[in-house]
């Protein structure tokens, strides 16, 4: 397998779903200093490909079968065939094994954070799990996107944990998978494979996330204020409109710009914790 390809399989369009949040992380405990730290640059490093390509190289070895029936992975994504697991298998342990060493310097939260991350990451498509499969777990295992934020956190000295900010980030990153299997109904269905998305239907899931971004916002308002309220706007107002584009393709043309939104969301978030 070639670089390109693994450049392509770690999806970078996606890699701020897993850096934003960790360093959002770093961000929070309002120290600069922190980024310049051994531990940060390392992990930085990570959650840049390796971590990627942990979560989207397992989830191209255990999709192939749904992947070649889904019109997404003609251009926008890459379908990688069965030949190609053994060495996406093998690339996936010589980029993330030096990282799991380094893992050891972590503070004893961090690590647990990592290794939650991990975890959720290989089993959302990995049996004997598959949550992926499985209506409204498939949803609740997007938690694996808010790992690196607590990673990020309690590397850089953080000790307490907020449980509405825990729950609003929750409902955040469920929301985002909720939408992302819309798309996806139609070849999801042709293949047996059962999630939120095919359990609620278009309409159905689009309201679920909806509900889920408000609640969001409203959970993480005590944290970072009234930026809460214009960032749930953003996402309420995207949930309208593919309310009212009413069709998976019509979906999947908002969709393309939803890594942008979630990065310049991310940016706001990013700010809001450094500032004094």
């Known amino acids: 397998m070639t670089l390109a390809r693994l450049w392509q399989t770690s999806r970078p369009r996606f890699w701020m ?21 051994p531990l940060a640059l390392i992990f930085l490093v990570y959650f840049l490909l390796p971590a990627n390509l942990l979560i989207y190289g397992i989830n191209d070895i255990f999709d192939y079968e749904t992947d070649v029936l889904n019109a997404k992975k003609q251009g926008y994504e890459a379908l990688v065939p069965p030949d190609q697991r053994k060495a996406l298998s093998l690339a996936i342990a010589l980029t993330n094994l030096p990282f799991f060493a380094a893992a050891y310097f972590l503070p004893r939260p961090a ?17 004997p799990i598959r949550a992926k499969s499985k209506p409204f777990l498939d949803a609740s295992f997007n938690a694996l996107y808010i790992c690196p934020g607590y990673v990020a956190y309690f590397l850089a000295g953080g000790t307490t944990l907020s449980l509405p900010t825990l729950f609003a980030g929750w409902a955040w990153v469920m929301a985002m998978q909720a939408y992302s299997a819309v798309p996806d109904i139609t070849a999801d269905r042709e293949s047996s494979t059962f999630t939120v998305a095919t359990t609620l239907g278009l ?9 889920l971004y408000l609640t969001a916002a409203a959970l993480a308002f005590p944290a970072i204020g009234w930026l809460a309220v ?8 995207l949930m309208l409109l593919s309310l009212r584009a009413g069709t998976e393709e019509g979906v999947m043309r908002l969709y393309k710009h939803f890594p942008l939104i979630n990065t310049f969301c991310g940016a706001g ?3 809001a914790a450094l500032a004094p």
Not at 30 to 35: L, Q, R
Not at 230 to 237: D, K, Q, R, S
């Open 230 to 237: 214009p960032l749930g706007l953003v996402y309420a107002t």
């Open 111 to 127: 690590q647990l954070a990592l290794v939650a991350f991990v975890l959720l990451s290989a089993f959302y498509s990995a049996p």
């Open 269 to 271: 978030l990013f700010f």
């Open 17 to 37: 779903y897993v850096l934003g949040p960790f360093v959002v992380g770093l961000a929070a405990l309002k120290s600069p200093a922190v980024f310049y730290s």
């Open 203 to 211: 309409r159905g899931t689009l309201l679920f996330c909806l509900a």
